[in-house]
């Protein structure tokens, strides 16, 4: 029976050898340990307790529960903008508070409210009677802020929101049951929203003077009726046409609605709308328009002496004129504010208020390429300041906290498919 002979080296080499691994086990479980529980304590205190408290007729659901460096933030860029309808209560207010979530509630009719986490002790209620608001007591330290009381229900569940614990995110957002995180990113915000099925286009290359642009899809039941009522002073003379069945073709077909700022001193919006809608319906809406412009006056002699005016329009009898842009035959029509063009390429009719817009289009020659807000695949893009001062008077100003109101705190707006992107 021979012995083995095995060096004293080696063996205490594989005992350090074992050690060495004991210790870096023990190492990366007491690590794993530090970093569930602090992910499992900033969970618990990010956690959800005010959702379920949302009023009946709540439509859109912002909960928050920031860092006290993103509260700063959040002061800076919405610190002057009212969180309850009708009521001068902002962001600044809440860090007097000592506010630890914050939920706000938009109702069907555009009507805000808010929801608190915070000690008794810590509520300024001086300051909320001079301010009007109604204090509502939920539950322990969870009070509901509005401009009148309010009825609710605590059928709703609260969200966990498990991305809170990254340190960029802000809270999340709840509408028609989709819920989407809410975080910072370079240039602003970034809100997560529900996604489009196969988008079938997306925005081409925006001119310089865009002031809003929207990719319509196709056979998404669009209210386009609405679109065209917010815009309807910019789309002058559309506004004067009984255009459900325009509206409709364009819904079916989708297509591009472009709203530009004028170049001219007169500070007018010219529009642009691209769609796959027949040529007929096309001609037709402008023969509408035209006959509008110039209504036939006749007078009647009624039966006790009086003398009425009949107003008639008679859309088939208008002719058009014709004008060549970029080796395409354009119709054209005048009405008291400006032409309106209209023309057929690559399968596709467009109508336009601006000739230069036309062309423009139609030889791609935009300064940019896409806004620097969003990507390069965005579906909706907007300039609030911009569109605040052509849809609405100098002097106009808001009688209540809406989605134009929060907007005017940043320079653009975009939507791709799946995220609204908030820029400054």
């Not at 509005?146 to 569940?157: D, G, I, M, R, V």
């Not at 925006?206 to 899809?217: D, I, K």
């Not at 004129?321 to 009405?335: D, F, M, P, R």
């Amino acid at each position: 029976m021979s012995r083995l002979s095995i060096p004293l080296s080696t063996r205490l080499g594989t005992r350090q050898s074992t050690s060495s691994r004991r210790v870096l086990w023990l190492i990366l479980f007491w690590l794993f340990v530090v970093i569930f529980s602090f992910g499992l304590s900033k969970l618990w205190f990010t956690r959800d307790t005010l959702t379920k408290y949302a009023p009946d007729d709540t439509v859109v659901t912002i909960h928050l529960t920031p860092s006290r460096l993103a509260w700063t933030k959040i002061n800076e860029d919405f610190g002057q903008t009212p969180l309850i309808t009708g009521r001068p209560l902002t962001t600044k207010d809440l860090s007097t508070f000592k506010t630890k979530e914050l939920a706000i509630f938009i109702s069907e009719n555009n009507e805000s409210s808010i929801a608190i986490r915070a000690n008794d002790k810590d509520l300024p209620r001086d300051l909320l009677n001079s301010y009007g608001i109604t204090l509502q007591k939920l539950k322990n330290d969870q009070w509901l802020l509005s401009s009148k009381l309010l009825p609710f229900s605590t059928e709703n569940k609260n969200v966990w929101n498990f991305s809170s614990i990254w340190p960029k995110n802000l809270g999340f957002i709840v509408l028609n049951n989709f819920i989407g995180q809410i975080k910072l990113s370079s240039n602003g915000y970034e809100i997560k929203v529900p996604k489009i099925k196969s988008p079938t286009n997306y925005l081409p290359a925006l001119p310089e003077n865009t002031v809003a642009a929207v990719s319509l899809q196709k056979n998404q039941q669009l209210d386009l009726s609405g679109l065209f009522g917010e815009i309807g002073s910019l789309l002058d003379p559309l506004e004067l046409v009984d255009s459900n069945d325009f509206n409709q073709k364009i819904e079916e077909n989708g297509g591009l609605v472009l709203l530009a700022s004028s170049n001219q001193e007169d500070n007018k919006t010219e529009f642009l709308i691209e769609s796959e809608i027949d040529s007929l319906v096309l001609s037709q809406t402008l023969q509408t328009i035209a006959a509008f412009q110039n209504p036939k006056l006749t007078l009647m002699d009624m039966p006790d002496n009086s003398i009425v005016q009949e107003i008639t329009v008679s859309p088939q009898e208008v002719e058009f004129q014709s004008q060549w842009i970029n080796g395409l035959e354009a119709k054209v029509v005048e009405t008291p504010t400006g032409n309106i063009l209209a023309l057929e390429s690559e399968n596709k009719n467009i109508i336009t208020s601006n000739q230069d817009l036309l062309e423009n289009f139609l030889n791609k020659k935009f300064e940019k390429n896409n806004p620097t807000c969003g990507s390069k695949k965005n579906l909706v893009f907007l300039k609030p300041e911009e569109i605040k001062n052509l849809l609405f008077e100098e002097n106009f100003s808001f009688s209540k906290p809406n989605l134009l109101e929060t907007a005017l705190n940043f320079n653009e707006i975009a939507i791709n498919n799946g995220k609204l992107f908030l820029c400054f």
